[in-house]
Every structure is written in structure tokens, then in C-alpha cells.
């Protein structure tokens, strides 16, 4: 049986050839991590809010949390809470529509942005899967915000970042770009209905 050409497997993932493309791939991750955190930090100004540096850890591993003050409305914490999901939607969502076979290529820069956005987000809905994370987790602070379980704002975060993930694998699927981008647009219509 012949198999035409557009019905053929997608071409295998491109691999790293020089240890550049590794600088660039963790330097794409690098470009996700401080897009995600000006996200939160341009909606803090949007609101006026000053904003504080507090050190947070989940279990052994030490990290920060950009912590606003002071009192908060449950609709400043939802968009300030979900403002670096925001932004990591947009950028996997450009990155997906214009590079819809970025598998098959060595942009090294463009698959860290992507694999950071899908991986922090599939991340942090873990830890509301799990109910676990200081209060002033984005997934924390997002339920806080919508009076919700911590899990069901996981669910929010792991659909689309569980389709962007198999659209990487699986380019030309027709039903992941539409669950993907509905996904994401609930996340981002939240904060306009609170």
C-alpha cells in the first residue's frame, strides 16, 4: 500500500548538533522564565501595587515569589496570579502557529521558550493537583482569587499545556490548536468576568 506524502509520519525530532543549540535552547527557557515574571510584574503596576521579593520553597527546593501588597480584590489576585500563564500562552501559541513543525527544526532558541511555557505550566498544576505549594503560588493565589480548589486551576494549566505538547509532536492535528487556544482564552476570560 502506498502512502502519499502528506499522510506520511512526521519528520523525527531534529537533533543538537553543536553546544550552541544547547546555549540557545536554555537561553529560550531563560526568555520564558523572565516573560512569565513580567507578566505578573506589569499587571502588579497595572494595579498600583508595590511588590515585595519573599523566599518561598516547595520541599527542598528554595525559590522567590513576587508578592503584592496589599489588599488584594479576588479579581486582582486571578489576573495578577495568572498574568505569566498569560504570557506563556501567547508565546507558545505564536510559536505554535507560525512554527507548527518546530520538531523537525533545529530552532534551539524556540523550543526553550515552548518546552519552558508548557513545562512550567503542567508544573504548577501539579502542585494543585496535589495541594501542595506556599500561598502565594500562582495556583494558590488564582483560587484564592476565583474562591476554587487549588486543583481545578491545575486543570486550567495542564489542558493546554498537555495539547501543546502533543501539537509539538503532532503538527498537523486539526482538533489541538482549537482545545488549545479555548484553554488558554478561559484562562485569560476569568479575569474579565470577576
Known sequence: MRVRADESLEKPEADFRHFSDYAW??????????????????????????????????????????????????RENWVIGSAGFVVGDVSSELILQIAPTLRSHRHAFLKGVLMFDILLAAGYAVTGFAGIGPPQSDVNTMARGIGVPAWQVGVMLMVPAAVD????????????????????????GVGFVL
Open 165 to 188: 505538547m502533543y501539537r509539538y509532536f503532532v503538527p498537523r492535528s486539526v482538533w489541538a490548536p482549537w482545545t488549545s487556544i479555548s484553554g488558554k482564552t478561559f484562562l485569560l
Open 25 to 74: 535552547f536554555v537561553l529560550g527557557a531563560g526568555a520564558g522564565f523572565v516573560g512569565h515574571e513580567m507578566g505578573h510584574m506589569m499587571m502588579d503596576v497595572f494595579f498600583g501595587k508595590s511588590v515585595s521579593f519573599v523566599g518561598v520553597s516547595l520541599g527542598p527546593i528554595p525559590f522567590f515569589a513576587i508578592q503584592p501588597c496589599c489588599n488584594l480584590t479576588p
